[in-house]
């Protein structure tokens, strides 16, 4: 009798992975962005999901999609919120039967060059497999970048908050930097989800975490965009906060 062929991580099938990037006037950072994508991972392909862009992100995904099949665009009416774009996200990835759903920023602030590292977590050599890789701030190896101290206070304290009200394990319960596997997503009601902006990102982490989500975290580098605005501000901020806090109360009595 023969023994039994071990599989290295190489001889692994392929996992069909669905990179989802939320955008709202991105043009001067999409192209780029998509190209260095498929530089990191060629094999993905990539979701556009964009609000409407009064700059032309949109227009250029469409042209851009009519020669290369790897990119396809969702065209939504307006600014509907980070978190419904990420859900459609997922629910693209759930009803084109991809393996995993990760979603980045598209502003160069997640750098591609993590996305091997996040996708490779999701199946480790040793272990069980992960629902939900993290790309982490707040773990050995990584950080921000040109960060002030009262940002970094502010953004710890959230996470702190978040953990403590949440119950949640995961170092880094704010970032949008994740790798999600499809099979358990499709477990999720997205009905129950309501959160429309960055309290998303705890949100969806603590519906995951009901129904039985295996976190893990790699280490990113995060820098703030080079090119576009920002589009987080003080208000949607302490939205979130009021956000986690509802969710801390059911969490803690068991609704």
């Not at 669905?18 to 001067?28: F, H, K, P």
């Not at 060629?42 to 009519?66: E, F, H, K, M, Y």
């Not at 497999?129 to 940002?151: C, H, K, L, Q």
């Not at 499809?182 to 960055?198: E, M, N, T």
Request: aromatic residues 8%; hydrophobic residues 40%.
């Amino acid at each position: 009798m023969q023994p039994s062929p071990t599989t290295s991580v190489a001889d692994r099938p392929q996992r069909r992975t669905l990179i989802t990037v939320a955008t709202y006037n991105e043009l001067a950072n999409l192209p780029s962005l998509t190209q260095a994508i498929w530089e990191a991972v060629p094999a993905a392909d990539v979701l556009v999901i964009d609000d409407n862009s009064p700059d032309g992100t949109g227009t250029w995904c469409d042209g851009r999609r009519q020669s290369e099949p790897r990119l396809h665009c969702l065209h939504r009416t307006g600014k509907l919120g980070l978190g419904t774009a990420i859900v459609e996200g997922m629910k693209y990835g759930i009803a084109h039967e991809y393996d995993f759903v990760l979603n980045m920023d598209a502003d160069f602030s997640h750098h591609p060059r993590y996305l091997p590292a996040l996708i490779a977590g999701m199946d480790p050599a040793q272990g069980p497999p992960i629902d939900v890789m993290i790309g982490s701030r707040y773990v050995a190896g990584g950080g921000t970048v040109n960060w002030p101290f009262r940002r970094k206070l502010m953004s710890r304290t959230v996470n702190l908050y978040a953990r403590c009200m949440l119950g949640l394990k995961a170092n880094d319960c704010s970032g949008a930097f994740r790798c999600y596997r499809v099979s358990l997503l499709k477990k999720l009601d997205f009905s129950l989800v309501r959160s429309r902006g960055y309290s998303f990102q705890e949100e969806i982490l603590w519906l995951l975490k009901r129904l039985g989500a295996r976190f893990g975290e790699t280490p990113i580098e995060f820098a703030d965009r080079e090119h576009g605005v920002s589009k987080i501000d003080s208000a949607e901020a302490l939205a979130a906060l009021r956000v986690i806090f509802r969710l801390g109360v059911r969490n803690w009595i068991g609704v």
